[in-house]
């Protein structure tokens, strides 16, 4: 049996053994502790290439695996320690530990007045794990609440011809390891067009798009589990996920034209009504004869992609 033959089919056997221990109590295990495991891809490639005989790299691999298991058993036995490093990993944020009380976050309410004179919006979310919300119009250019023990976020704002650049980003500070929550709410105004930009560590994103002229959206994230509902507002939507195994789910209008692209590999897609136009393209069939257009790049690995029309 060659060691290339059984390479991914043992990756999928572990992590599939690490989520059933979860679903069992045995662990904790999920979708953002799956995202840390990258290193281990690395360590079995290295395997692979090194010059021994298929049946020594095949009792390393299962070696090498096994003591994985054995370590994320370890963790969740101190679960306080591994939601610290979980947070403090995704975002590579520059935090120390701190064992006292000292610092108990309260909720905190952001907001940007409303501004006549701007006619598109840029809003930048710098953030680390955590449930993540965008949904609802405001009177407010945009509005923001926090709740969590995870620290401040600070807000800034420019602004250039007509256009209004807001960036959240959380701030780098003391964390506890008893860390348990990042909820964040965020409303925008209906009536600029925007662009978005989530830089988020493993999360549930949330969103809600139908009230918003969106031009272009782009995520960036850890293992996480993302719903997106996308209107039909702007004549042109461009929106790009680029994430770790995830669970992506998109709701696009039946009027519009959609077309995804997709660069991602070991997942499992549904595609409702597109068809297939080449290597990794699919199409509705109203793509071109469609009043709006919807283009989205999807780059993912071991995921499950939902796309769906309403």
Excluded at 47 to 65: E, F, H, N, Q
Excluded at 226 to 235: A, L, S, V
Excluded at 248 to 256: G, Q
């Amino acid at each position: 049996m060659k060691y290339r033959h059984v390479f991914w089919a043992f990756i999928l056997i572990a992590i599939g053994i690490l989520f059933m221990l979860n679903n069992f109590g045995v662990l904790e295990f999920g979708f953002r502790t799956l995202w840390s495991l990258w290193p281990l891809i690395l360590i079995l490639w290295g395997i692979s290439i090194l010059p021994i005989r298929d049946g020594v790299k095949i009792t390393a691999l299962i070696a090498v695996l096994g003591l994985t298991v054995i370590f994320f058993n370890r963790i969740s036995e101190r679960s306080s320690w591994f939601k610290f490093h979980n947070f403090r990993g995704f975002n590579n944020m520059d935090w120390e530990e701190d064992e006292s009380n000292t610092y108990n976050y309260q909720p905190q309410n952001l907001s940007v007045p409303f501004d006549s004179l701007t006619i598109k919006g840029e809003l930048k979310l710098d953030a680390a794990a955590g449930n993540f919300f965008l949904q609802g119009v405001t009177s407010e250019f945009l509005t923001f609440e926090k709740s969590g023990d995870i620290g401040n976020y600070s807000l800034t704002t420019t602004n250039e011809d007509g256009r209004k650049r807001i960036n959240l980003t959380l701030e780098k500070s003391r964390i506890r390891h008893s860390v348990s929550e990042n909820k964040v709410e965020i409303k925008l105004s209906e009536k600029p067009s925007w662009n978005l930009d989530f830089d988020i560590g493993a999360a549930e994103i949330h969103m809600d798009l139908r009230d918003y002229k969106i031009d272009t959206t782009t995520i960036d994230a850890g293992a996480s589990s993302i719903d997106i509902k996308i209107g039909d507002k702007n004549p042109l939507t461009v929106m790009t996920f680029n994430a770790g195994a995830s669970s992506i789910k998109v709701e696009i209008p039946k009027e519009s034209g959609c077309q995804i692209k997709s660069e991602s590999f070991m997942i499992s897609k549904e595609f409702e009504g597109f068809t297939k136009k080449g290597e990794g393209i699919y199409q509705t069939d109203n793509f071109a004869t469609g009043k709006n257009k919807i283009f989205l790049t999807i780059k993912t690995a071991i995921s499950k992609i939902e796309i769906t029309r309403y």
